[in-house]
């Protein structure tokens, strides 16, 4: 019997949940994306159903993050601004801030540089408040990737 058997045999609802994302988890890992997205989907609705909030917010940035890499940028952006909105209200900076950044990628992607910028600066102004030193050296870069990709080097390197 495995993890995923035990946990619905005992109705064990934040085993499932947690369970579903470890092997979405594995899905993503192995570039099985589609396969990861239905277990997060699962893991989304259990997250819902037992009041996670936490896990809910990480299961939409999962889902997000599939659908960027299958280059769905539209619908990753949906995710992510409902995890960011989730984030937002449980009051959790650092998931806000990362949740900012993730934006901000795909903002990049698609050429919508304006609001790429906005997306890090606001990211960059929470990581700096939280002091998460490591998180503000990945923003700076994705900021110093916006500058050099609207032809500003020399505000790249700043």
Do not use: C, P
Not at 66 to 89: C, G, H, I, P, T
């Amino acid at each position: 019997m495995n993890g995923l058997s035990v946990a619905r045999s005992s109705h064990d609802k934040r085993g499932e949940f947690q369970t579903l994302g470890s092997i979405g988890n594995i899905y993503n890992h192995t570039g099985r994306y589609q396969e990861a997205l239905t277990q997060y989907r699962v893991a989304l609705d259990l997250a819902r159903e037992i009041g996670d909030q936490v896990g809910e917010a990480e299961t939409l940035s999962n889902i997000g993050t599939m659908y960027r890499q299958m280059n769905r940028y539209e619908d990753a952006l949906v995710q992510f601004s409902a995890s960011l909105d989730v984030w937002r209200k449980i009051g959790n900076k650092r998931g806000e801030a990362q949740i900012l950044n993730n934006l901000g990628t795909i903002q990049q992607s698609k050429t919508d540089y304006v609001n790429a910028m906005i997306s890090f600066q606001t990211s960059l102004k929470l990581k700096r408040s939280i002091g998460d030193r490591e998180g503000e050296a990945n923003t700076l870069a994705n900021i110093g990737y916006t500058y050099a990709a609207t032809g500003k080097t020399t505000d790249a390197f700043q």
